[in-house]
């Protein structure tokens, strides 16, 4: 299996360690290792991130079993940043408005008690490639790596007819939200019926059969027919699994803080942020903490993450 470089674990540490800002910089003062060391692990062409990611992934957590797969997407601020390669005006949903930044789709595995981000893929106007396109690849990768989730989970944006398909090509099950002006049996979601509370079996645009659920004033599909009203909402609820990823990486781990100028560079830092999240995920899973209570203790005592990462990185190597 590929092994992480010395200074791309020291990176992790930094990112791990790191109270507020995390560039370069920052990432030095804590992890002991120069500022050029920890720029050349971003430049450094010679790694397959998305390579080493699964390969801790593997050795960390094993086969990924009865759990279900999540697809989201998320807005990287880089509004003081104009030189950073691939930025563009893009509509954040979170805030009502476009921000200068980079745009990321991610597939993350779940089984309620733990949740790992598995691939991302960056969104790139000029490649002509959509955010369904990008959720696609995602799915074709989780499939080549073996995972037979339970479901695949995602909100209304993604319910394409492109993705549902590729899922049910590969005989998995979609758990998604609709939008009212979708299409049930040729009539629209909103004027089916007026009551807020109803399940219905029909067929979707692509000639998908699905359960519907109408929950109030929101509309929830499955491709798998047999499941009751509850335990269709619950499995679109583990969607929210992802957003704790989000919120630690954003909030936590400086995934918006890396001001390189190549987009190759900030790939890198975007999987060495995935890998730090994963640390913080399994070590609080053992401890049976938060993320947010393990960062503290990270940010408090360099040693005890320097502990996490010898265990992890080396004793499984």
Known sequence: MSTLPQNAIKYVKGLMCVFENASCIALS??????????????????LSWQILLLSFIMRTFGKLQDGWLIIDDTVISKPFAKKIENLAWIFDSKIGKSILGLQIV???????????????????????????????????????????????????WYAAGKLLKLIRQYHWHFVTRLKSNRMLNGIPLKEIQRNPYWMMEGKIAGGFKVLVVRHGKKYFAASNLTLSKQELLSSYKGRWEIETIFKALHNKLGLDECQARKLSSQIAHFHLCLLAYIVLEKESYIQKRTIYQTKRFCSFDFQYADNILNTLFFQGA
């Open 106 to 156: 991610i597939i993350a595995w779940s089984n309620g008690k733990v949740t790992i981000p598995l691939a991302i893929r960056v969104y790139q106007k000029e490649k002509k490639k959509s955010k369904i396109d990008l959720a696609c690849e995602l799915v074709e990768y989780a499939k080549i790596l073996g995972i037979k989730p339970k479901f695949i989970t995602f909100d209304s």
């Open 29 to 46: 003062l804590v992890s002991k290792c120069s500022h050029d060391s920890l720029a050349r692990v971003l430049n450094d062409k010679k």
